[in-house]
């Protein structure tokens, strides 16, 4: 969002100030930007990895780079780029936090600032605009985006290519220019190689089209985009079908079938009841702890309410006011349902049905489409040229005002009394600061001039009276103006005729002082300069223009409610947004509440001190993490041995020792005890069961055990060094037998209720009573 120019004020409040006070819309957003960065990057600070992230660096550390590791799936997700990220860090820094912190962050700054530009691209200027950046950058359905590594990595760059390849299309269609293609193309690439989800982009882009530029029925609506922007549905389309075909070769299907209409029901009510409406309200308010994962909604019952009858009134209220906003709300909903079919198909007939639709991070994209949905309801469509209404050839005497590539050279010449005379587009922010759209007095007088009549005499506009209204305010950029710009303008989609009242606007207006360049009658004072409302439409309620950008000539007229009783309006709009705000900080803070408690962090920092204080030599039988930490559903990489991996100081783990040790479910350093069936005591005192003369010795346990992982622990007396074998359901383990008091431990595979013993050495004699199978567990 480039200054159009640096102003020092009278009072020396310098550059900065200057800017901020001829552009205040722009500084909020801007500050809003900077305070969501940092508000969410001190919230993702104070949680560490969770349960997947561990996963996936366990991978990364066990893995070499290559092709082969880059294109397996993971949780039947393709994630290459996701892969590559995590193994990058997972090399330099291991099992440090700060770096997901740092690159989730720097990830969010580029998709903030990506929003922001697409907001000015798609919409009209005006303080409402920060409405829909507000719900992008604060909304609490992105919390464990931007905070969860795992979710992050995939979410991020998705919701990054949703934005770039919206505006790339919007762009396209306002243009015609086939670069913007190429931008559509490498944004739904690039994210395809984060997440298989950011298929769903190319569906947004489409109906994103249908509905808010291609107008008429739905069919017709439909056919019309398909027919007049082909050029964007067959690249899309060959990009899909390839992903698809390498998806499918790789992916197992996770497609399931709910149990019980019941079932469906429940998720549809939890999913938009619970977690969706109250979320991009503030909500929801109150979470549920799961684990050392994010939580999930549970939002209380009165709250739930209010955010839907709010959520109904908005759209209501937008609905009467712009005629755009139906349609904006249709895009939503349709995209909505595209996320819920998905979600539904992979997660309903599931363990996880029960809360599948409480989990924000399922419907995380859709705040990008709600929040562009919202400030189109609000704000209307920035009108453009339409490059597909019937061209009025410009005739040779006016060929001087028409440029035919707006890339070059100005589209605007200043008259000697301070003008600028409009020749199809806005200044640059490189231009001066008076820069100003196309006039669209001009444009409709272009439109109403006979075909046979003289040509219309060129018509000097004053620089600050199509100034911009503040940071997203919608300059005219030239890459949103076909070449050339042709008449009549644009309408946000194909609108029915003007009424009669709004012919006056073809009347050229008469030339007016310009206002000073640094001074911005919308910036000051959040007012434009009051003109006369046409004869057949109502006067808007004061400073509603100023908020919303202006109204479009198709708009039906304001409810006279709000003409009548604007205080009460303005009081109660500006009383909805403060306790929006404010439920949104609640939410916000109790979400890092439950972020910051880590049974991870804490079993990791009591394994670092551990293992600092033990001896040299100390090993360890490999064994499960806490399941808090990584659930048993992630095995085999649930394993202390694959967990420990990517740690610097990791411990050594062995299948077999003499004296090993264990890591106890809180990261402390014991002995090992088998909890498991022993042999039955043996017939010779003092000795128990006596191998000896090479003869192998048979020993029933005290209870069965079946063919499973095991560990064995023998405890002997031998007179003599040799080599022991022990036979257990039909398997067998070789280990060494040392003289004197000792005991052994190794892994062993088997089932069966008698243990047999032989020394290979005749002449050595090994007495043993201390014979146990069973599962490893801290000594006490």
């Not at 820094?93 to 922001?116: E, K, N, R």
């Not at 919206?166 to 690439?189: E, F, I, M, S």
């Not at 049905?353 to 609000?378: E, H």
């Not at 001896?615 to 095995?635: C, I, R």
């Amino acid at each position: 969002m480039a200054s159009t120019g640096t102003t020092t004020s009278p009072e020396g409040t310098g550059l900065i100030g200057g800017w901020a006070r001829v552009h205040p819309v722009r500084a909020v957003a801007v500050a809003m930007i900077l305070v969501s960065l940092v508000w969410r990057a001190q919230l993702a600070s104070r949680g560490y990895l969770a349960v997947d992230d561990y996963v996936l660096i366990a991978r990364a550390a066990e893995a070499d780079l290559t092709p082969g590791f880059l294109l397996t799936l993971y949780n039947n997700h393709f994630m290459p780029a996701a892969l590559l990220a995590t193994w990058l860090v997972t090399r330099a820094v291991g099992l440090a936090y700060w770096p997901y912190v740092l690159l989730l962050t720097a990830a969010q700054a580029v998709l903030a600032v990506s929003f922001a530009r697409l907001l000015r691209t798609l919409v009209r200027p005006g303080w409402a605009l920060l409405v829909p950046l507000a719900v992008f950058l604060f909304s609490p359905l992105t919390l464990e985006a931007t905070s969860w590594w795992a979710v992050g990595v995939n979410m991020l760059p998705m919701q990054i290519a949703m934005v770039l390849a919206v505006g790339a299309q919007v762009r396209y269609v306002r243009t015609g220019r086939l670069r913007h293609l190429v931008t559509l193309g490498l944004a739904v690439l690039f994210g395809l190689l984060f997440f298989e989800k950011a298929l769903l982009v190319v569906p947004l882009v489409f109906l994103l089209t249908a509905f808010l530029f291609v107008g008429g029925p739905p069919v017709r609506a439909v056919l019309t985009t398909a027919r007049r922007y082909w050029p964007s549905w067959l690249l899309l389309t060959v990009l899909s079908l390839g992903f698809l075909a390498l998806y499918g070769s790789r992916a197992e299907s996770s497609l399931r079938r709910p149990d019980s209409l019941g079932e469906v029901l429940s998720f549809l009510w939890q999913l938009l009841g619970s977690t969706v409406v109250p979320g991009l309200l503030g909500g929801p308010w109150r979470w549920l702890p799961a684990g050392d994962g994010a939580p999930v909604t549970a939002p209380p019952e009165l709250g739930r309410w209010i955010a839907w009858a709010a959520f109904l009134v908005l759209v209501v209220l937008t609905v009467r006011l712009r005629r755009v906003a139906g349609r904006a709300w249709l895009l939503l909903a349709s995209y909505l349902t595209l996320v819920t079919a998905l979600l539904a198909a992979t997660r309903l007939g599931s363990i996880y049905s029960d809360v599948a639709g409480a989990v924000p991070r399922y419907v995380s994209d859709m705040v990008v489409v709600a929040a562009l949905c919202i400030g189109v309801a609000l704000l209307g469509l920035r009108p453009v040229p339409d490059r597909f209404a019937p061209a009025d050839p410009a005739p040779a005497d006016r060929a001087d005002e028409t440029d035919p590539d707006p890339d070059d050279g100005d589209a605007a010449r200043a008259d000697g009394d301070g003008t600028l005379a409009t020749t199809g587009r806005a200044a640059t922010d490189d231009e001066d600061p008076g820069r100003f759209a196309a006039a669209p007095e001009r444009v409709a007088a272009d439109v109403e001039r006979p075909a046979d009549s003289e040509p219309a005499p060129r018509v000097a506009v004053p620089a600050a009276a199509y100034r911009g209204h503040g940071v997203l305010h919608a300059e005219y950029d030239d890459d949103d103006l076909p070449p050339p710009v042709r008449p009549p303008a644009a309408r946000p989609f194909d609108a029915p005729p003007q009424r009669a009242g709004a012919a006056a606007a073809t009347t050229p207006p008469a030339a007016t002082p310009p206002a000073p360049p640094s001074v911005d009658p919308m910036d000051r004072t959040g007012d434009p300069t009051p003109t006369e409302p046409p004869a057949d439409r109502p006067e808007q309620p004061a400073g509603l223009a100023a908020v919303t950008g202006g109204r479009d000539p198709d708009d039906p007229p304001p409810p006279a409610v709000l003409v009548r009783h604007r205080e009460a309006v303005s009081a109660g709009l500006a009383l909805a947004l403060v306790a929006g705000g404010l439920g949104t900080a609640w939410t916000t803070a109790r979400f890092g509440d439950e972020w910051a408690v880590k049974a991870g962090r804490t079993y990791l920092d009591t394994v670092r001190a551990e293992l600092a204080a033990a001896p040299p030599g100390t090993v360890f039988l490999d064994q499960p993490v806490p399941g808090d930490v990584v659930p048993t559903l992630s095995a085999p990489y649930n394993r202390q041995s694959t967990f420990f991996r990517a740690l610097p100081e990791r411990p050594v783990f062995v299948t077999e020792a003499e004296a090993p040790s264990l890591f106890d479910p809180t990261g402390r350093i014991t002995p090992v005890r088998i909890d498991g069936p022993t042999v039955q005591p043996g017939p010779e005192q003092a000795c128990g069961w006596k191998v000896t003369d090479g003869e192998t010795v048979r020993m029933p346990l005290t209870g069965p055990r079946d063919d499973w992982f095991w560990v064995v622990r023998i405890g002997y007396l031998s007179s003599g060094d040799s080599t022991a074998t022990f036979r257990f359901g039909g398997k067998e383990k070789r280990f060494p037998v040392k003289t004197g008091l000792n005991q052994i431990f190794f892994e062993f595979t088997g089932g069966g209720n008698t243990a047999e013993l032989s020394v290979a050495d005749p002449g050595v004699t090994l007495c043993t009573n201390e014979v146990a199978i069973g599962t490893p567990t801290p000594q006490q």
